[in-house]
């Protein structure tokens, strides 16, 4: 099963490279985002903020349908990927996560421990997300029949525009995808801006934030993770956020948890203390370079 799945995330990630074969089409891009975007929707909305986070409630019906356009994006199961995430949010950049650069290295933090992860790799049934959503048989399919949506998504992108959309549709995207969850993994441990002060190493980056639908407001999503959005700010680009708020409206979500008065009050006085408490560094004695600290300055 673990070469089996190996060979499949390899061949796809190598799939990816027949995007210089086929014709090239504005439509075709559109095409990519679509799927890319839609999926990574579904990732963040329901694998992350709901299933691991349970930042809100959701109608039964749309816990599915998310769930199954999460699984679509070919990263394994909805319990398997929140039950871990879970675990990383337990041990962050300590022991225990799953996929920690300062604990494992970069490259297993970000490929390795998704492939063969032995130390890991098995699920608790105390697990808070094993325990209460395997109760739903729909989920317990998802999970255990990962490998279908994916399939049938790579089908239907054939069957409606033959091998270009098989490509552009299907391809492409779950790569650009696959690097854009990872990358929360592994960039936003590493690179972006820190406005509270976390025991673990989260950072918010807007790069990561574009591609991965709001999930790259890391270290704000570290600080207060019952929160069911990541931009604590409406200049924080969360569209997962947008989608929820949107979704609330129309009743199919409900007891949506907010950011607290006092994690905004910490933000103001961690600014505050940032700005009076300043370490001198190395780059002090070099003038002010633009790093990625813009949106703390607002
Ligand atoms: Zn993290
Ligand atoms: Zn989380």
Redesign the pocket.
Known sequence: MKTLTQVVFWTVQASALLVFVVPFSVGLVVLWAISHFLRAIGLTLAF??YF??RAFKMHRAAQFVWAFIGTAAMQKGPLWWAGH?VN??RFADREGDPHSPMVSGIYYAHIGWFLNDLKHDRLEPTNPVIRDFSKFPEIRFLSSYFFVPPLLLALAMYAIGGFPWLVWGFCVPTVTLAHSTFAINTVNHLFGSRRFDTIDESRNNAFTAFFAVGEGWHNN??RY?RAARNGFYWWEFDPTWYTIRLMQMVGLVWDVQPVPDRIYAEAIATRERHRTHKTISVVDDIGPIGLELAEDND
């Open positions: 992350h903020r691991a986070h995430h990383h949010h999503h570290h993770q």
